[in-house]
């Protein structure tokens, strides 16, 4: 059947549509625990903010949820522009909140998870029934949507509340868009638990209807805060020497960060690996996979037991203490408050705000150094578990370099080598041409980052056999580099031999524009043809260094001038969206555009690339499943295969609408 493509193939997604088209880009799909969350944060915000002293959940039998809080309750008058009562706005519209006007910190909300403005929004788009009492100014306000906020019933007043306030919401999650329609027990009590460590004179209680219709009730509070939550995450492990619990935010002359920016924090140092994990907050919202805020604290811990270590002379002469020495052992809570938190989508797994590394290390080095010298022996039992680390890693290390010893190949001129041994610390950069190799150079941390720039294109490696590689002098570097020869796809499970690496990660960094995307298609054809092992085990990386430059003028002293970077041209409108939000006019704000690696001066590539606490990688996986890998092996052949033209032809005439070049 032939396919018109014509004026009538655009479709305009409008209100809550975009949500229910895509969910996978705004939420969870594997349960509604995240739509849930988004209710719940908006409580610990009241809570955060002074204003709620109670956050009350319940799980019904029929699979809805309600969520209860005593705060101000969500304004329910008109709003000014739009002419719709605010609390339907707020969960009828993306990207509309009280979270956006955060101007030298005197909005509704000057500290909180939200900044995308989708939140509750998201949670009305997926459920099948949402209903919303709002107590405010002695009155009770109630609205209901329904059928994914589509259907929306008349805000009315039902009845006197005195002076009480507050906001229920209950909510009904459509099955549908989700692979469970129940919200996991475990991970909610993990989340409402969270926010009672992080919130002091906060109550927070979950009750779970039965089948009999009784009520299982729970209660979290923790008198003594983090430490004595990271008490019993420790379990029965005691540490080598007292937690060190503390707090400190930004004054109101703090020339570099906002009013009440900054961190509080509990760290402890054990002998063994403790079974749970360290946790990390950005404004109560729980950051599973980590993020600059938590780099930050390793940096500033790391500097303070450096400093302890060298003021008492405690390291073995020829021992050089790393990151992970002082911190591989270390079980921290971290909560940090963020004026303008960025996040990595919408699910807010993880940090991304640059910032943050200078906020969170600047706070905790100081108190903690003043703290180890006050505590001297406590000090010098952690000194003894980091120099124990450290003495442990340079041993390995040794062990790998006898293996390596045996070899007889010579490593390319043009690689620049890395200091450090360490097979998990070690990163080989595959720089697209001379110019972005040399600011590489200067970029990159001498200790741990290797650079080989690479002249021109790639060979296209699909039909080459692999005792002809080494014929391409390019190939031919990347492989001495690595310390792995060609292997191929094993046909009778044996495992290559990947023994001589010497690179735990090896990044493509290439422009962002065809000629890099096209570089890197030529290394990934290469990796996969002829290096599979190095893509299977996850050592295989691709650098996303950004298109757009956005400097952002100061705001009076508490909001100093900043410097955004932007991915493509989706990020740079939503750059833009959020800083016209907070107030900065379009004028003011200059954008610079990249034309290639090339044209950044070292300190941008740093940032933007290659430190591993800022910058923005993809990890290269093959898909897993029945059929992947010949789905895969399909692809390649029609892409890179000499005789494959008309088939790429007829391909590229299909898909062609689909691409994005940025030409």
Request: hydrophobic share 40%; charged share 25%.
């Amino acid at each position: 059947m032939k396919q018109t493509y014509d004026e009538s193939s655009f479709r305009v997604l409008k209100g809550l549509e975009p949500v229910r088209e895509r969910p996978g880009m705004y939420t969870r799909t594997d349960s509604p625990a995240h739509i849930v969350q988004e209710v719940i944060d908006n409580a610990a915000d009241e809570a955060l903010g002074g204003f709620a002293r109670h956050i009350h959940v319940t799980l019904h039998r029929d699979g809805s949820v309600t969520v209860t809080d005593d705060g101000r309750g969500i304004p329910v008058g008109m709003h000014a522009e739009e002419k719709v009562p605010v609390v339907v706005l707020a969960f009828t519209r993306l990207h509309a909140g009280g979270k956006f006007n955060k101007r030298e910190g005197n909005s509704a909300y000057a500290f909180s998870g939200g900044l995308h403005g989708v939140g509750v929004a998201v949670t009305n788009a997926l459920s099948t029934r949402v209903e919303v009492e709002v107590r405010r100014e002695g009155k009770v306000h109630a609205v209901v949507f329904s059928e994914g906020g589509e259907k929306i019933s008349a805000l009315e007043v039902t009845g006197d509340c005195g002076r009480q306030s507050g906001t229920r919401v209950r909510l009904w999650p459509d099955p549908k868009y989700f692979d469970s329609p129940r919200v996991p027990q475990a991970e909610l009590e993990r989340l409402l638990r969270s926010k009672a460590v992080l919130l002091p004179g906060v109550k927070v209680l979950l009750d779970i209807e039965q089948a009999d219709g009784s009520m299982l009730s729970k209660t979290w509070t923790y008198p003594q805060g983090l430490a004595g939550y990271l008490a019993e995450l420790a379990g029965e492990q005691l540490p080598v020497a007292p937690a060190y619990a503390a707090e400190k935010y930004a004054g109101g002359d703090d020339a570099l960060f906002a009013e009440g920016e900054g961190a509080a924090w509990v760290i402890a140092w054990f002998a063994e690996p403790v079974a749970a994990a360290s946790e990390s907050y950005v404004n109560l919202i729980p950051t599973v996979a980590g993020g600059t805020h938590e780099s930050g604290l390793r940096s500033g811990v790391f500097e303070a037991v450096k400093s302890f270590i060298e003021h008492h002379a405690l390291l073995p002469r020829g021992v050089k203490l790393q990151q992970d020495d002082v911190c591989g052992k270390m079980l921290f809570v971290l909560s940090a408050r963020i004026l303008d938190p960025q996040f990595q989508g919408q699910v807010k797994e993880k940090l991304t705000s640059r910032e943050a590394v200078k906020l969170v290390a600047g706070v905790v080095r100081d108190p903690f150094e003043i703290w180890l010298n006050q505590h001297v022996e406590a000090g010098r039992a952690i000194a003894e578990v980091s120099i124990r680390q450290a003495l442990a890693r340079q041993k390995n290390a040794q062990k790998v370099e006898k293996k390596k010893q045996s070899g007889v190949a010579v490593l390319p001129g043009k690689l620049t080598d890395c200091e450090s041994t360490d097979l998990l610390e070690n990163e080989l950069f595959l720089v697209e041409g001379d110019s972005a190799g040399g600011s590489a150079k200067m970029a990159r941390n001498k200790e741990t980052q290797a650079i080989l720039p690479l002249r021109g294109k790639v060979l296209n490696s699909w039909e080459v056999e692999a005792g002809r590689l080494f014929a391409n002098a390019e190939i031919h570097d990347i492989a001495v580099a690595l310390g792995v020869d060609p292997h191929g796809p094993q046909t009778n499970n044996a495992e290559p031999d990947l023994s001589g690496l010497r690179y735990g990660k090896l990044v493509i960094m290439s422009d962002a524009d065809v000629d890099g995307a096209h570089i890197q298609t030529l290394l990934l054809t290469l990796f996969y043809r002829h290096f599979p092992a190095l893509i299977r085990r996850g050592h295989i990386y691709i650098a996303q260094p950004p298109l757009y430059r956005i400097d952002v003028p100061a705001q009076g002293k508490k909001r100093p001038a900043k410097r955004l970077y932007a991915l493509d041209d989706g990020e740079l409108e939503a750059i833009r969206d959020r800083l016209a939000k907070e107030g900065f006019a379009p004028d003011k704000i200059e954008v610079g555009r990249f034309k290639g690696l090339g044209e950044m001066n070292p300190e941008q590539l740093r940032e933007t690339a290659m430190d591993p606490a800022t910058r923005r990688v993809l990890p290269v996986a093959e898909r897993m499943g029945e059929g992947a890998h010949a789905d895969t092996l399909k692809l390649f052949n029609l892409l890179m295969g000499k005789g494959e033209a008309s088939s790429r032809r007829a391909w590229m005439e299909a898909k062609g609408h689909l691409a994005e070049a940025d030409i």
